[in-house]
């Protein structure tokens, strides 16, 4: 049975350095400075390179769609200082049967190593297991990515 989520509406899930809400379209652009970048995309399982501004206006829509269908969570990463979009974390796939779902996430090149996904995930984790009241997630990797997942990824939940 999948549980009633509070509408998240923008600065709904704060911390020091960014805010958690949910993508509008006019995170296109920003998402598309950021993706659009080699040495961010090796990193994960899906994003292909080179990265197109439509290619980030359709996943803010599919993002938007799986958020109204309860099917995954994903979370535009908002840097307080700027109110720019610099990354994303998402808890997708959700099997509500299984009370399982995959955790994704990417970060623009120039924040990389100022804690900021460590703050992201953190979030990101509370809200599946606190909200969602999911009992297992997976973040699947590349193998090349696991000793940057060893070091980016000291998260616990308390």
Known sequence: MKPEVKEITESNIICKQIDLRPFKQSDAKDIYEHINDADVVRWTLSIPHPYSLKLGQEFIEKTQKDWRDK????????????????GCVGIEKIDWENKNAELGYWLGKRYWGKGIMNEALNLALRFAFEELKLHRIQAPTRPPQSEHFKKSSPCRIS
């Not at 099917?71 to 610099?86: P, S």
Request: no cysteine; charged share 25%; proline share 0%.
């Open 71 to 86: 099917k995954g969570y994903v979370f535009a990463l908002v840097l307080k200082e700027t109110d720019a979009v610099i």
